[in-house]
């Protein structure tokens, strides 16, 4: 079962980076992983006490993520403004060359 996640997840995303590009894909996939790794990761170090209690544990993960969620913005945010500036300096870039295709037809 976890390969199949994998792979529809591999899929979806060679999909997503068809759709609308490397680079929108790419922060797309960062504003959704780094959130989902960082509840996990608290999760998993504070699941010993947080969970003892089965109805503390459930009464607990939905204010604990939205916690960790927003919290993680400002990195996401971060992280997607280094992209955008990364591609505008590569747009920007003198050794960049436009080129104008002629057809044998027009030649």
Do not use: C, Q
């Not at 994998?6 to 922060?27: D, N, P």
């Not at 780094?34 to 010993?48: H, M, T």
């Amino acid at each position: 079962m976890t390969y199949f996640v994998l792979y529809f997840f591999g899929v979806a995303s060679i999909w997503w980076v068809y759709r609308v590009g490397w680079s929108e894909a790419i922060k797309t996939i960062i504003s959704v992983l780094i959130p989902s790794l960082l509840i996990i990761l608290f999760n998993v170090k504070a699941g010993r006490l947080i969970f003892k209690n089965s109805a503390v544990g459930i009464i607990s993960v939905l204010p604990t993520a939205i916690f960790i969620y927003r919290g993680s913005k400002p990195l996401v945010f971060s992280i997607n403004n280094w992209i955008d500036r990364k591609r505008n300096e590569f747009v920007d870039s003198k050794e960049v060359v436009d080129a104008e295709v002629v057809s044998k037809e027009e030649a």
